[in-house]
């Protein structure tokens, strides 16, 4: 047995030890911030990106790549505020129903998204964005540019209500992510996403319907893009069709900070976590230390990029896209 | 011997005096416009194609922006329809090339009111609607370099708002209402924007008044509520309770920091904004906002096409105005719980009507560079 600890053994912890060095460094300049309430924070201002970033990150393990979160999380945000308040406006009557409605009307959306990438044959790249567009204009015109608010206090719970000092959305976007671990790792779908990224055409000689899985990827994606806009409704008690601005940087950037490949076959939804807490106590924490505002987004492209260069295995790499 | 390819040759080669006839043909073609000035460019227009170009529909303050466009035309007799909505989505360049399109589609028949998106991209806008023989006025973004009066008849005017007294204004109140001492932070909106840049010193001219407040940070959250929301949580961890009063930039993202308080079950500090929508007014009325500034946006949005229509079809020459008519700022509103009541009674229950020829009535005086 060889006493050197592995190259690829540091590239998989590689994201979580760059996330305790940074909550070290943070908390060395301002004990504040090691604190249960902080993290608390850290964790609501994280749990709808985190979604996202499982969301997409079924689809980047399977080698393609769906921009279309920021439309799809402000069309599913606006579906929800207006589901909600036609069943009575309150959990106590008939609103909980928007919540399923909304899971389907985004995994609908999200099966659109996949048809017209799989049908017509459209790049991800450009099916996903437009449909992105499609879902911001679509907001834009249910709502009329106008907030819609969302006051229920029992839906509010969501946010205000603490158990162990974490409120409950933050156990809502838990539970969907075991979820997701569930369905990547003991499920023949999740699976045959890490098939198809790993090797398109042999899984497709092996039998794997790649069209069929294509699409149920990105319709899984787009379900996942709606517990993020509940969320996010949850979070800020309105929707409005800018919900979903700056998802689209921050779920991928997530998703490959913690360690999933951009070309497919390699991460997960843990890494995906992983990723999402990084790039929260990134921002959290420079604000916590006191740095200027002009060197923020300077300081999080540092970060991010190194983050990126440990948790990447650059030898396995045969050429950089 | 075939000379084909002396002869080849021979063809390609211009020859030196055709060469000459042909540069000195160009060239007059050229300068044949600028030979008879610009005398196109100051002929009255009739019935000019309206259009107003702006970022996006998503915000009521916009909306009210729109409204005021389409009443305006309503009042030509004509329907919303007659006005063309130029949408750039925060891109100056589609801003750029929008105009230009509808500048080409109308043959420079057209009167346009425009916010540039950034202060670089007023000039190109201005300079591209006078080549066309359009006339265009501008709100909010224009460089200070810019004068309507250097570019001609065909920019109009320049319309904004300053933010510093109001901004200092509603700061003022927000110092009384924490008794003097304590400590304020600022959320501040996108940094390179000058309503940004005018609320943040409307701040600093009030502090310099108090000095037992400190001004514990200031930081942007780009006028986004979710932004507003994760950076007041962030101030919260670093200042705890020495945050007893916020200075918002806009009204989104004081509803982000009003939630954030909330998540943290913390309630009772006074936090003023600025737009003067109408939910923000709802929550001067019971009490979450402590104030907010109205631009009237409604008539903004309907004076800045109806000066671009009347200084194309020739109601009045824009040079023959003085300076203030041509840069001026329009009124700004702070409504605070004294005086919400009635604010609302006037602007939100009962829809205003506005004198449309009306054009400088509610100026709040020339643009002052400092």
Redesign the interface.
């Known amino acids: 047995m060889s006493r050197h600890i592995s190259r690829q053994t540091i590239t998989r912890w590689a994201p979580l030890m760059v996330l305790m060095v940074l909550v070290g460094f943070f908390t060395v300049i301002?004990p504040?911030?090691f604190?249960l309430?902080?993290f608390a924070?850290i964790a609501?201002?994280s749990a709808p990106a985190l979604m996202v970033a499982v969301g997409v990150t079924f689809i980047i393990v399977m080698g393609s790549i769906d921009l279309s979160m920021e439309g799809a999380v402000s069309l599913n945000a606006v579906v929800f505020a207006f589901a909600f308040l036609h069943f009575g406006g309150t959990l106590n009557s008939w609103g909980w129903l928007a919540l399923p409605i909304v899971l389907a009307f985004g995994a609908g959306f999200g099966l659109v998204n996949g048809l017209v990438h799989v049908k017509l044959r459209i790049p991800s790249f450009m099916a996903s964005l437009a449909m992105g567009f499609i879902g911001t204009g679509a907001a834009?015109l249910v709502t009329?540019?106008?907030?819609v608010?969302v006051d229920d206090d029992l839906f509010?719970g969501l946010?205000?209500y603490r158990y162990l000092g974490f409120?409950l959305m933050v156990y809502m976007a838990g539970g969907f992510l075991l979820l997701a671990a569930f369905i990547q790792s003991y499920t023949r779908l999740g699976r045959n996403f890490y098939a198809i990224g790993g090797g398109e055409e042999l899984a497709h000689a092996s039998g794997v319907n790649v069209q069929r899985v294509r699409v149920a990827g990105f319709a899984l994606a787009g379900m996942f893009y709606a517990v993020a806009a509940v969320l996010?409704v949850a979070?800020?008690?309105?929707a409005?069709?800018?919900?979903g601005?700056?998802f689209m940087f921050i779920s991928i950037t997530s998703a490959v900070v913690g360690g999933v490949a951009l070309w497919g076959g390699v991460g997960g939804v843990w890494n995906a976590l992983v990723g999402v807490l990084i790039v929260g106590v990134i921002?959290?924490g420079m604000?916590?230390?006191?740095l200027p505002?002009?060197i923020q987004s300077g300081m999080l492209g540092v970060l991010v990029i190194i983050a990126v260069v440990l948790s990447t295995d650059r030898r396995a790499v045969a050429f950089v896209k | 011997m075939s000379t084909f390819i002396k002869d080849f040759i021979e063809r390609e080669k211009v020859s030196r005096r055709n060469f000459m006839l042909a540069t000195a043909a160009g060239v007059t073609t050229a300068a044949m416009p600028g030979l008879f000035g610009s005398g196109v460019a100051n002929a009255a227009l009739t019935d000019p194609a309206l259009a107003w170009s702006y970022r996006d529909r998503a915000s009521a303050y916009w909306n009210a922006i729109v409204s005021g466009g389409e009443t305006f035309v309503e009042s030509l007799g004509k329907t919303k329809a007659d006005m063309t909505s130029l949408i750039n989505e925060g891109s100056s360049e589609k801003s750029l090339s929008d105009i230009k399109s509808f500048l080409a589609k109308n043959s420079g028949n057209c009167a346009i009111a425009c916010d540039a998106n950034d202060s670089p991209n007023a000039r190109p806008v201005a300079e591209a609607v006078k080549a066309a023989g359009g006339y265009v006025s501008t709100i909010w973004n224009k460089s200070d370099d810019l004068h309507p009066w250097d570019i001609g008849n065909n920019y109009v005017c320049h319309l904004s708002w300053s933010g510093v007294k109001p901004s200092e204004e509603a700061a003022r109140a927000l110092f009384k209402k924490m008794g003097g001492k304590g400590g304020v932070v600022h959320v501040g909106g996108i940094p390179a924007n000058i309503p940004a840049i005018e609320r943040l010193q409307g701040l600093m001219n009030a502090l310099k008044d108090f000095p037992e407040i400190e001004l514990l940070d200031v930081q942007p959250a780009d006028w986004d509520t979710q932004k507003a929301a994760a950076l007041m949580s962030s101030f919260i961890t670093r200042f705890g309770d020495k945050i007893t009063g916020v200075h918002c930039a806009n009204d989104n993202m004081a509803y982000g920091v009003i939630e954030a308080f909330k998540a943290e079950g913390i309630t009772g500090v006074p936090i003023t904004a600025f737009d003067g929508n109408p939910e923000a007014v709802e929550m001067v009325i019971n009490g979450e906002l402590l104030a907010t500034v109205f631009t009237n946006p409604m008539w903004g949005g309907g004076i800045a096409l109806a000066l671009a229509h009347h200084a194309a079809i020739g109601t009045f020459v824009p040079s023959e105005e003085p300076n203030e008519h041509r840069e001026f700022y329009g009124p700004s509103v702070v409504i605070s719980t004294d005086d919400v009541k009635e604010f609302k009674a006037r602007f939100m229950d009962a829809t205003p009507t506005y004198d449309w020829n009306d054009f400088w009535g509610q100026s709040a005086g020339a643009i002052v560079y400092n």
Not at chain 1, 235 to 238: A, P, V, Y
Not at chain 1, 240 to 243: A, F, G
Not at chain 1, 287 to 290: L, P
């Open positions: 301002n504040d911030f604190s309430r902080n924070r609501i201002a834009i009329g540019g106008n907030i608010k509010r946010l205000t409120p996010v979070r800020i008690g309105q409005e069709s800018v919900s601005a700056n921002n959290n604000v916590v230390i006191g505002d002009f």
